[in-house]
Nanobody, 124 residues
Framework: QVQLVESGGGLVQPGGSLRLSCAVS????????IGWFRQAPGKEREGVSC????????YYADSVRGRFTISRDNAENTVYLQMKSLKPEDPAVYYC?????????????????WGQGTQVTVSS
């Protein structure tokens, strides 16, 4: 069955870095777009970044562009989110999600499969 498992979250100081991983099984990255989303307490889930299945095109929210980098390793069936220069507004539970077709960044409801999430905390 389809499964997505996130890892790599944790506590980091402002300005620090983390790399999140999303290991997928039950499908291949050649067929599914992957998105990273985050949700902070009391806030709606928001799109952070996504990567297409067809040509590897990547997309970023304005709030993270230039600081976060999404990448995929098709051989390992894993998608990464490298996060640098973390800010106090970045803490949230980060989720990866998969869908066939276009990787919509701002439409999390269009994603079919979700991981359980990994917590990112930024604090000094």
């Amino acid at each position: 069955q389809v499964q997505l498992v996130e890892s790599g979250g944790g506590l980091v100081q402002p300005g620090g870095s983390l790399r999140l991983s999303c290991a997928v099984s039950g499908f291949t990255l050649d067929d599914y777009a992957i998105g990273w989303f985050r949700q902070a307490p009391g806030k709606e889930r928001e799109g952070v970044s996504c990567v297409s299945s067809s040509d590897g095109s990547t997309y970023y929210a304005d709030s993270v562009r230039g600081r976060f980098t999404i990448s995929r390793d098709n051989a390992e069936n894993t998608v990464y989110l490298q996060m640098k220069s973390l800010k106090p507004e970045d803490p949230a539970v980060y989720y990866c999600a998969a869908r066939r077709g276009w990787p919509f960044l701002h439409a999390h409801s269009l994603y079919d499969f979700w991981g359980q999430g990994t917590q990112v905390t930024v604090s000094s």
